[in-house]
Structure formats: C-alpha cells, structure tokens
T-cell receptor, first 114, second 118 residues
Framework: DSGVTQTPKHLITATGQRVTLRCSPR?????VYWYQQSLDQGLQFLIQ???????AKGNILERFSAQQFPDLHSELNLSSLELGDSALYFC?????????????FGEGSWLTVV | AQKVTQAQTEISVVEKEDVTLDCVYE???????LFWYKQPPSGELVFLIR??????QNEISGRYSWNFQKSTSSFNFTITASQVVDSAVYFC???????????????FGKGTKLSVKP
C-alpha cells in the first residue's frame, strides 16, 4: 500500500459527460501528480501541484482541469468526455516538488467512456 | 530532449531463470534520477528503486539488482531466479533536475511485460 488513495476505482460514463477523480496524497506529501495511462500513449504526465499551487503542466487537454485543496487532496476534472479519454488515471505524490523525490502512485482510477 | 527507451516489449521466461530488463535514457541534464516501477496485473504502480546520476554503484535487493552505467546511459534491471509473482509490466522512468531542481515529474518508458511461466 503506497498510502496514496484514489477514488473511484472504476467509472463508466457516456461521451460528453463530466467526471471528477479524487486523490489523497500520502501523509506528509505536499506534491501531487496526475498521470494518464492508455494503450496507445503509455504513461503520460498530466499536471503537478505543490502545496496548492500548479507547479508543472504536461500533456493535459484543455477539457481537463485539476486543483489541489488546502488539505492537500486533489481532484482531476474531465469534461466533454470522448471515447479516447478511456484510460487508467493515476494520482501520485511526493514529499516536495523537486526531482529526485520518490513519487508514490495510487492504485489508479479506471475510466471507461462509452 | 529527454527520453526513456525500453526496447523489450515482452519477455517470457520459465520460473527460476534470470532475466534482465533493459532501459536506455536520454537527457541533457547532468543531474537526474532514474526509477523502476512494477505494474502487476491488478494495475497499481509499485515503486522499486530510485538512483541519482551521481551514484553509479550497482544495487542489490534480494533477487533484484540494478546496473547503472552513465557511459552507455543505461539502467538495467535484473531479476534472479524469477518467480511467477514477478509477472508484471516493468517501467523505467527518468526525472530531470531542470532549472532550480523543480522538474519533479517522471518520463516513462513504454514498459516491458514480463511473463514468468511455472
């Protein structure tokens, strides 16, 4: 158990809908990351937050947004969903925002768009 | 540009065989970090090891060992006496220090699927 908690574990929704994925980082970790894993793109970095502030942005679509709250939990909002958004979404956390920190991953949220 | 290449897409071995998973990376940074993660069939990503660019010592942890060679930009992972429970997808990843050491995110390879048959 990495200590990173993600909900829901599985989600099935229709195209055009909006979903929110939730993440609680490991105790003491200030940085949260979101990654997307799909068959064609592999594991891709989406976005990183550190202590409530956006720190780095990767290949995140404009239809997607995220935030980190004062209690350090984070949410990833996916809107106007398309079939191609079906993927495993990981949340991860680390102690600080710097490279070299070990990044621990949650179990992922499986999103299926039908 | 930064890149991680895991040329072996799939490997199949019989239990008790040794197996080496290859990882080659590209980076312009002199300070960087390399990682291996394991993704079993259940889907979670499990951290295995982190190595920084200044430490080329090989590491052994039980049946696992890692060989880091800066000269060839490789960070290979060997499982000795493989077991069925080792069946998983293994990912190599790179984190660059970047300006001010602020690049915390990971760049992953495509992964190597290891199947260990009884």
């Amino acid at each position: 158990d990495s200590g990173v908690t993600q909900t829901p574990k599985h989600l099935i929704t229709a195209t055009g809908q909006r979903v929110t994925l939730r993440c609680s980082p490991r105790s003491g970790d200030l940085s949260v990351y979101w990654y997307q894993q799909s068959l064609d793109q592999g594991l891709q970095f989406l976005i990183q937050y550190y202590n409530g502030e956006e720190r780095a942005k990767g290949n995140i679509l404009e239809r997607f947004s995220a935030q980190q709250f004062p209690d350090l939990h984070s949410e990833l909002n996916l809107s106007s969903l398309e079939l191609g958004d079906s993927a495993l979404y990981f949340c991860a956390s680390s102690r600080t925002a710097s490279s070299g920190n070990t990044i621990y991953f949650g179990e992922g949220s499986w999103l299926t768009v039908v | 540009a930064q890149k991680v290449t895991q040329a072996q897409t799939e490997i199949s071995v019989v239990e008790k065989e040794d197996v080496t998973l290859d990882c080659v990376y590209e980076t312009r940074d002199t300070t960087y970090y390399l990682f291996w993660y394991k993704q079993p069939p259940s889907g979670e990503l499990v951290f295995l090891i982190r190595r920084n660019s200044f430490d080329e010592q090989n590491e052994i942890s039980g049946r696992y060992s890692w060989n880091f060679q800066k000269s060839t930009s490789s960070f290979n992972f060997t499982i000795t006496a493989s077991q069925v429970v080792d069946s998983a997808v293994y990912f190599c990843a790179l984190s660059e220090a970047g300006y001010g050491g602020s690049q915390g995110n990971l760049i992953f390879g495509k992964g190597t699927k290891l199947s260990v048959k009884p």
